[in-house]
């Protein structure tokens, strides 16, 4: 059984070499055994992809299927209603009871992290590992600013001595890349070769690059 579990969700549409090197890089800085990579069916803060929940994780599975510890999940895309992180939480600490769970995000959702469905109990299930770009520490809001800073670990050795209840900060080195970039130039007909890796790329039809187009720029980055 892994010892220490990263658990990185988003719509990943498209899912990019930004999205790629940051799963390396979390697993490789914090001594992940795995990377649970997990689309989002129905993300509850923005609208759905128009690229369907079945593709995009069919997209994944190319980008990863030679990284090590890199796990395309689907739970999301089977169940019912929107796809709540704490839910994702609870049955991920039901099949992995013994293993340290750590749930990556950017400094963006860590800062609105008190809009999250149940944000209160996330820690009762894993732990957070928030990363950002070298010199921007992330902020936590006012509102999650009490519970958080008694739960903060002063590294990754504490963070891994138990399986839930902290959170760190983290700098991995970062490619500027961006789900919001890569659609405008789809839209403006340009090449993200380079942007996305070249097994999703040479999977691309025609009808998946025109959903992408049409994705509302919120969806995701």
Request: hydrophobic residues 45%; positive net charge.
């Amino acid at each position: 059984m892994p010892r220490a579990i990263g658990v990185f969700g988003g719509a990943f549409a498209p899912f990019h070499n930004g999205h790629l090197r940051l799963a390396i890089e979390a697993r490789d800085a914090l001594g992940l055994q795995q990377v649970r990579l997990i689309p989002t069916a129905h993300p509850p803060h923005r609208p759905d992809s128009r690229v369907s929940a079945a593709r995009r994780l069919e997209w994944l599975r190319l980008a990863v299927r030679r990284e090590r510890g890199l796990v395309p999940d689907d739970r999301e895309l089977l169940r019912d209603g929107p796809s709540f992180t704490i839910e994702t939480l609870i049955e991920l600490r039901e099949q992995f009871p013994q293993a340290a769970l750590v749930l990556l995000m950017g400094a963006d959702a860590f800062r609105h992290l008190h809009t999250w469905r149940r944000w209160e109990e996330l820690l009762e299930y894993g732990h957070i590992a928030v990363f950002s770009r070298p010199g921007a520490a992330p902020e936590a809001s006012v509102e999650t600013r009490s519970v958080l800073s008694r739960r903060r670990a002063p590294d990754i050795e504490a963070l891994l001595a138990s399986t839930a209840g902290r959170w760190l900060a983290f700098e991995p080195p970062m490619l500027d890349i961006s789900s919001t970039r890569i659609r405008r130039l789809l839209r403006q007909g340009r090449s993200v070769r380079g942007l996305v890796p070249d097994a999703i790329l040479n999977a691309m039809t025609p009808a998946d690059r025109s959903a992408l187009t049409q994705d509302d720029d919120a969806t995701t980055h």
